[in-house]
T-cell receptor, first 113, second 113 residues
C-alpha cells in the first residue's frame, strides 16, 4: 500500500512566522503535489514537483515555496504566515505519467492567528 | 485554463438507492484524464474511479460507474446500491497532458438509513 504521511495533523502559528509542512511518501513516486483545500473552492494546486530539485508553480503559489531535496520528501514553506493562509493542506504523490492516480496524505489543518 | 465544475454542493440518497453526481469541465485539449476522488469525514482522500479521455467505454468499479460524454465535457459519477460508508465529499478532477491537475469544489453526499 502507498503511504503518504504529513508531519502534523493540526498546527497553530502566529502571523509572520515561518512555517514548514513536511510530506513523505514511501512508494518511490516521481511526482509530488501540495494543495490547499477550502470550503466551496475544492482543492487548489500550490506547487508540484516531478523530480528531485524540480518544482513547478500551481494555481496559487504566492506566499509559498517548496523544497524537494530527496525523492521521498516534499516540503511546503510559508515564508511569513498570514491569516489568509489558514486552511487544510493536502500533500499527494503519484508515479510519473498523467494517467497515474494521486495518493493523498491525511492533511494538515493550519490555523494562523 | 481548464476548470472543473460540480454544480451540486450537497446531495442525499436513501440507502440501497442510486445517486448521480454531476461534473463538467472545460478544456481545449484532446488528451486528458478524469478522476473521481472520495474524502470521508476526517479521513484521507482516495481514488474512486478514473477515465482516460481517449477511451469511449465508460469506466466501472463495482458499484461506481461514470457517464463520460466527451463532446459535452461531462463526467458524472453514478453510485448504485448506496451504502452508509459512501457518505463523503466527492471531488471530480481533471489532469491534462502537462500534469496540470484541477479539482472541482466538491459534492457532499449524505446517505440516509
Amino acid at each position: 500500500d502507498v503511504k503518504v504521511t504529513q508531519s502534523s495533523r493540526y498546527l497553530v502559528k502566529r502571523t509572520g512566522e515561518k512555517v514548514f509542512l513536511e510530506c513523505v511518501q514511501d512508494m518511490d513516486h516521481e511526482n509530488m503535489f501540495w494543495y490547499r483545500q477550502d470550503p466551496g473552492l475544492g482543492l487548489r494546486l500550490i506547487y508540484f514537483s516531478y523530480d528531485v530539485k524540480m518544482k513547478e508553480k500551481g494555481d496559487i503559489p504566492e506566499g509559498y515555496s517548496v523544497s524537494r531535496e530527496k525523492k521521498e520528501r516534499f516540503s511546503l514553506i510559508l515564508e511569513s504566515a498570514s491569516t489568509n493562509q489558514t486552511s487544510m493542506y493536502l500533500c499527494a504523490s503519484s508515479r510519473g505519467g498523467n494517467q497515474e492516480t494521486q495518493y493523498f496524505g491525511p492533511g494538515t489543518r493550519l490555523l494562523v492567528l | 485554463a481548464q476548470t472543473v465544475t460540480q454544480s451540486q454542493p450537497e446531495m442525499s440518497v436513501q440507502e440501497a438507492e442510486t445517486v448521480t453526481l454531476s461534473c463538467t469541465y472545460d478544456t481545449s485539449e484532446s488528451d486528458y484524464y478524469l478522476f473521481w476522488y472520495k474524502q470521508p469525514p476526517s479521513r484521507q482522500m482516495i481514488l474512486v474511479i478514473r477515465q482516460e479521455a481517449y477511451k469511449q467505454q465508460n469506466a466501472t468499479e463495482n458499484r461506481f460507474s461514470v457517464n463520460f460524454q466527451k463532446a459535452a465535457k461531462s463526467f458524472s459519477l453514478k453510485i448504485s446500491d448506496s451504502q452508509l460508508g459512501d457518505a463523503a465529499m466527492y471531488f471530480c478532477a481533471y489532469r491534462s497532458g502537462n500534469n496540470d491537475m484541477r479539482f472541482g469544489a466538491g459534492t457532499r453526499l449524505t446517505v440516509k438509513p
